[in-house]
C-alpha cells in the first residue's frame, strides 16, 4: 500500500496505459484516482471496468487551458490537494513523411502532447505547492529520445516533454514537486495498432514483428509494465528522485 492516502490525478486515465495504472494506484492504497479523458467512450468503458468508488471521471480535453484549469480544481475542491499527477494523454498523429505531413495534424498533436502537459503543470503546480509537494510524471515515449522516419510530430512532441519535464523539475524542487518523464518502448494497446497500421496498411501484424525483433528481450511492453514504473514515481520510494528520464523499453535503445 504504498500510496496510501494519495490523491491521484491521471490523464489520458482511460486509455490503456492510464487505465491500467489507476487500477493499479487503488490497489496500492490510493484515497482517490480522477481519471481525465477525451474520450466520452473510453471513459464509460473505464467507469464499468473500475467502478466510482474512490474514482471520479473527468471529461476533458488537455490541450484546452479551459479544460485543464476545470479537472486540477474539480480534483482539489472534491479531495483537497493532488499528490500525483500523471500527465499521460498522448495521442499518435499520422504516418507520413514530413514533406505529406498534414500541418494541422501536426499542430493537433503539439497541442495534446506538449501543451496538454505544459498546462497540467502549469495549472496544478500552485494547488500541489500548497500542500507540500508531490509528483508529476510525463509519458513521453523512446520517441522522445531518438528519431523514427514518418512520425515527425509524434517525436518531435515526445522531446519536447523533455524539456518541459526539466524545466518543471527546476522549478518545483524547493516546493518538493518532483518531475520525471518515462519513455516506453512500443507498449500492445490501440496506439500501437494504429501506429503499425499507419506504418504499412494492411499488414500491422509484420510490422509488430519487425518492431518486436529490434527489441532485445522479445515482446512489446504491456500497460502493467509501465504502470508498475509509474508507481515506482509515484510513491515515496522515489522521493529523492527528480528531472530524470526513465527507460523502459526491453532493450530497445541500448
Ligand atoms: N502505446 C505505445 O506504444 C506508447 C509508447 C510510448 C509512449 N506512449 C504514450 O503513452 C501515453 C498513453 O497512451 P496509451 O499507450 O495508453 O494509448 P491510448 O490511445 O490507449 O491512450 C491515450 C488516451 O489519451 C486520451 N487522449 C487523447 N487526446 C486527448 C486529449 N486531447 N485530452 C484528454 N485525453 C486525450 C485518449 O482518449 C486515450 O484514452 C501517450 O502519451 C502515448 O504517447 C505510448
Do not use: C
Not at 529520445?145 to 523539475?169: E, N, P
Not at 516506453?184 to 494504429?194: A, Q, T, Y
Request: charged share 25%.
Amino acid at each position: 500500500m504504498i500510496l496510501k492516502d494519495k490523491i491521484a490525478l491521471i490523464t489520458g486515465g482511460a486509455g490503456g496505459i492510464g487505465l491500467a495504472t489507476a487500477k493499479l494506484f487503488l490497489e496500492e492504497g490510493a484515497k482517490g484516482v480522477a481519471i481525465v479523458d477525451f474520450s466520452r467512450e473510453n471513459l464509460k468503458k473505464a467507469e464499468e471496468t473500475l467502478g466510482s468508488e474512490k474514482l471520479m471521471y473527468i471529461q476533458a480535453d488537455v490541450s484546452q487551458a479551459e479544460d485543464v484549469k476545470n479537472y486540477t480544481n474539480q480534483v482539489k475542491k472534491e479531495w483537497g490537494k493532488i499528490d500525483i499527477l500523471f500527465l499521460n494523454a498522448g495521442t499518435e498523429g499520422l504516418v507520413k513523411t514530413m514533406e505529406h505531413y498534414p500541418e494541422e495534424t501536426f499542430d493537433q498533436v503539439m497541442g495534446v502532447n506538449v501543451k496538454g502537459v505544459w498546462l497540467g503543470m502549469k495549472y496544478a503546480f500552485p494547488i500541489m505547492k500548497t500542500d507540500g509537494g508531490g509528483s508529476v510524471i510525463i509519458t513521453s515515449s523512446v520517441a522522445g529520445l531518438r528519431g523514427t522516419a514518418q512520425v515527425s510530430a509524434y517525436v518531435a512532441s515526445k522531446h519536447a516533454t523533455v524539456g518541459l519535464m526539466r524545466v518543471g523539475a527546476l522549478e518545483g524542487a524547493a516546493d518538493k514537486i518532483r518531475v520525471n518523464t518515462i519513455h516506453p518502448s512500443p507498449v500492445d494497446n490501440r496506439m500501437m495498432r494504429s501506429l503499425e497500421e499507419g506504418f504499412a496498411p494492411g499488414m500491422g501484424d509484420t510490422v509488430k514483428e519487425n518492431f518486436t525483433k529490434m527489441i532485445p528481450m522479445g515482446r512489446y511492453a504491456s500497460n502493467e509494465d509501465i504502470a508498475d514504473l509509474a508507481l515506482f514515481l509515484a510513491s515515496d520510494k522515489s522521493r529523492f528522485i527528480t528531472g530524470a528520464t526513465y527507460v523502459i523499453d526491453g532493450g530497445f535503445t541500448s
